[in-house]
């Protein structure tokens, strides 16, 4: 297994609502991230799993929570999201710091 | 700060033809070099790397180029088919260091 998946591919959301972006991989990376990505523009990265801890988090705002329950897999709770957080989040892996693997994304609308 | 540019942010070539993508980055800690393909509505798939110990890196009509001491790094595609249009996106990572910086990304477009 040489992927990263992800789910759900879309998802739109209201600003009051609480959901959860899944992201898993089999490959035995130990480091993990979330980026987001808006139109025409490179990758952000928001956080960064190393072994199970965080090990980044880019000023990200508290309304992005993230969480790995363990090695293979990652999520991003959301809540009271806003509309310009509206966004492909893309999830990757890397065996070491570099070789960094990107998942399909989930394409999130915040109405 | 850490910073990678990118041009051209737009390239059309004729199928067939080659395509040059070049990257210049600031940090001359930076060791390692990855480019990236992204499809319309798909994530950033990993095409190539190099590292900063090696000058030049091929798997077959891709190529990468990598020049130290200017800092410039360059993506040379060859004999361009309409599946290669797509955003490429290089990168820059320092060593020790999880962050990838990115250029701003180069649409290119192979007319058929």
């Known amino acids: 297994d040489t992927e990263v998946t992800q789910t759900p591919k879309h998802l739109v959301m209201g600003m009051t609502n609480k959901k959860s972006l899944k992201c898993e991989q089999h490959?035995?990376?130990?480091?993990m991230y979330w980026y987001k990505q808006k139109a025409k523009k490179p990758p952000e990265l928001m956080f960064v799993?190393?072994?199970?801890?965080?090990?980044i988090n880019e000023s990200v705002p508290s309304r992005f929570s993230p969480e790995c329950p363990n090695s293979s897999l990652l999520n991003l709770h959301l809540h009271a999201l806003q509309p310009e957080d509206s966004a492909l989040y893309l999830c990757?892996?890397?065996?070491?710091?570099?070789?960094?693997?990107f998942g399909p994304g989930t394409r999130l609308t915040v109405l | 700060g850490e910073n990678v540019e990118q041009h051209p942010s737009t390239l059309s070539v004729q199928e067939g033809d080659s395509a040059v993508i070049k990257c210049t980055y600031s940090?001359?800690?930076?060791?390692?070099f990855p480019w990236y393909k992204q499809e319309l509505g798909k994530g950033p798939q990993l095409i190539i790397d190099?590292?900063?110990?090696?000058g030049e890196k091929k798997d077959q009509r891709i190529a990468v180029t990598l020049n130290k001491t200017a800092k410039h790094f360059s993506l040379h595609i060859t004999e361009t088919q309409p599946e290669d249009s797509a955003v490429y996106f290089c990168?820059?990572?320092?060593?020790?260091?999880?962050?990838?910086?990115f250029g701003s990304g180069t649409r290119l477009l192979v007319r058929p």
């Open positions: 990757a892996s890397s065996l070491a710091m570099s070789e960094v693997i």
């Open positions: 990168a820059a990572l320092r060593r020790w260091r999880y962050k990838l910086i």
């Open positions: 940090d001359s800690a930076s060791n390692y």
């Open positions: 490959m035995g990376h130990r480091a």
């Open positions: 190099i590292r900063s110990n090696v």
């Open positions: 799993y190393s072994y199970e801890k965080l090990s």
